[in-house]
């Protein structure tokens, strides 16, 4: 259940922001764990994470890229060649169709170039927001809010917003942090809903905002034990 905090609007905003500058500082280094080079390598590889992780996707975008170069040449490929790079990512066979598609509306209707726009992004077949945000944030420097599970659990556990509807979270999220930060508030708490603040044991002994969270206490509180539940998935 979303945590209900009784605070003003300003209140929240300057325990979020406070947060945020310590989970700031614990990663420093956060960043797009998806490996990329252009905006539509990211594109694709975004669209691939689905239900696998960035590093399982991050091992087959090599050879793909290598093999598809361009937006028109994945509009062009074989479904069965496809099939068989994506294999390890699980659900190869609906991803090989979601790419190709993707593809060809680039081809069809932005001459194979990723647009930088999130109106025209979320126009593409199989790209939400989400999708359309880590494009702009990460390959553009547009910013924008990731609001992907890791997100929309630790703003609710926070108690930032008690909405569940990702578009609804985003807006609320939004309105507490400057446009200029959310593209790391994103990568931020991403890595601490993947390395510290996880679902279903949250290592709160080893977390830096602990008296500002008011879910401190759902996970484990002792120090040392709590050491012991952090995970790392890329960085450290």
């Known amino acids: 259940m979303p945590m ?69 040449d994945l509009a062009a490929a074989e479904p069965a060649e496809m099939e068989e790079i994506l294999r390890p990512t699980g659900f190869y066979k609906a991803k090989t169709r979601s790419v190709i598609g993707l593809a060809q509306a ?10 930088p726009r999130l109106r025209d992004l979320v126009t593409l077949p199989g790209v939400g927001r989400k999708t359309a945000n880590v494009v702009l944030g ?12 890791h997100f929309g659990r630790l703003v609710r556990r926070f108690g930032w917003t008690e909405e569940t509807d990702p578009v609804k979270v985003e807006h609320a999220v939004g ?3 400057e446009r200029k930060d959310w593209t790391m508030l994103s990568h931020v708490l991403i890595f601490h809903g993947r390395r510290t603040c996880h679902a279903r044991r949250p290592a709160c002994g080893a977390c830096p905002v602990t008296r500002l969270c008011p879910a401190y206490g759902d996970g ?17």
Do not use: C, W
């Open 4 to 72: 209900v905090i009784d605070e003003t609007p300003l209140a929240r905003k300057r325990r979020a922001r406070k947060m945020y500058r310590l989970l700031h500082e614990r990663y420093p280094y956060a960043h797009a764990e998806l490996d990329f080079e252009t905006p539509l390598q990211l594109l694709v590889a975004t669209v691939l994470s689905a239900q696998t992780t960035d590093v399982t996707v991050n091992k087959v975008t090599p050879t793909l890229f290598a093999r598809y170069p361009s937006a028109l």
């Open 106 to 115: 680039l081809v069809e209707r932005f001459d194979g170039e990723v647009p």
């Open 138 to 149: 990460n390959a553009f420097d547009v910013p924008g809010l990731t609001v992907d599970t």
């Open 175 to 177: 309105e507490l942090f």
């Open 220 to 236: 484990e509180t002792d120090p040392a034990k709590a050491a012991r539940l952090l995970k790392y998935e890329l960085a450290p």
